[in-house]
């Protein structure tokens, strides 16, 4: 049934961590455009086309596991729209998957991040009982205890391993706990996105 709802799975590595959420959402909006992938546009004064993107990312960081949901008004088989994204976007954006939801994004509820430190750090803040960080809310700034939001950290290969609540209301950004780490100098990738369960998000 039309207008059929689609999600893209792409990357945003390298040069793009530098870019803003609204310069993400030119960039794929662009690229839909050259593509011609026929998709659904908003009614109203200012059509646009209908796009929803997941958790957004922290300038700086990288991502293998970036989605935005769309609606196409014609069918148009998944591969060649994946096909039609690659030629219109470079590899930094590399489209990695296109298919039919099967999750809503309010599921998901961890991430996984991949750190690779280019200088000494110190992990053993993150083994103690409290593990506070500096948030920012509406009121200001606040003190949270987020260690029981942090499910594991682990080493291997000189690089580290963190997961982490990715819940919109319990979200913990990796470079807060870096920071208590005395790690200044570091390159992260978001690697997986998961549900409140455990489960691979798609």
Known sequence: MLPQSIRIKFQKVNVLKFISHLDLCRTMKSALLRAGVPVWYTEGFNPHPKMVFSLPLSIGTESECEYVDIKITEDMPFDEIKERLTGAL?????IL??????????E??????????????????LSKDEVNIV????KGEATVNVKDRIVSVSE??????????????RFVNPEHLLALCQSEDHR?????VYTRDMKIFR
């Open 188 to 192: 992260i990738v978001r690697k997986e």
């Open 97 to 106: 998957d296109v298919y039919a939801p099967e999750m809503k994004f309010q």
């Open 156 to 169: 291997n290969n000189g690089k580290i391993y963190m997961i982490l609540s990715a819940d919109t209301e």
């Open 135 to 138: 948030k920012r809310t509406k």
């Open 90 to 94: 470079t590899p930094d954006m590399a």
């Open 108 to 125: 998901i509820g961890y991430a996984t991040y991949e750190i690779t430190p280019y200088q000494s750090y110190d992990l053993s803040p």
